[in-house]
Nanobody, 117 residues
Framework: QVQLVESGGGLVQPGGSRRLSCAASVSIANTYTMAWYRQAPGKRRDSIAVITSGGITNYAHSVKGRFTISRDNAENTVYLQMNSLKPEDTAIYYC???????????WGQGTQVTVSS
C-alpha cells in the first residue's frame, strides 16, 4: 500500500513563508500528477495546487501567486513553497496523486500549518 508522509508544517506569522514536503513510498517519476490539498477546521478538503508528470502546474485562485508546487522525481517527493501566508491559510495540508479529478492513494496524516501572530 502506498504511503504518503507530509512534513514541514508549524506555526508561522502572517506574511511568513513555509516549505512543505510530501514523500511517497513509490516512484512518482514520469507517471503521476501530484496535488496538494488543504482542509481548514469545519471545511472540506480542497485541492490547491497540481503538478503534472511533465511539470505543468495549476493553482487555486486563493493561493495563486503565493504558493509554488514542485517535484523531485528522484526523491519521490513533492514540495509546496508557501509565501505571504495569511491566517486563512491555516489548515491541515495533504498531498496525493490524482487522475481524472480523483485521488489515487490513501491519505497521509497531513501536516498542520497555523498562521497566526
Amino acid at each position: 500500500q502506498v504511503q504518503l508522509v507530509e512534513s514541514g508544517g508549524g506555526l508561522v506569522q502572517p506574511g511568513g513563508s513555509r516549505r512543505l514536503s510530501c514523500a511517497a513510498s513509490v516512484s512518482i517519476a514520469n507517471t503521476y500528477t501530484m496535488a496538494w490539498y488543504r482542509q481548514a477546521p469545519g471545511k472540506r478538503r480542497d485541492s490547491i495546487a497540481v503538478i503534472t508528470s511533465g511539470g505543468i502546474t495549476n493553482y487555486a485562485h486563493s493561493v495563486k501567486g503565493r504558493f509554488t508546487i514542485s517535484r523531485d522525481n528522484a526523491e519521490n517527493t513533492v514540495y509546496l513553497q508557501m509565501n505571504s501566508l495569511k491566517p486563512e491559510d491555516t489548515a491541515i495540508y495533504y498531498c496525493n496523486a490524482v487522475s481524472s479529478m480523483s485521488t489515487l492513494w490513501p491519505w497521509g496524516q497531513g501536516t498542520q500549518v497555523t498562521v497566526s501572530s
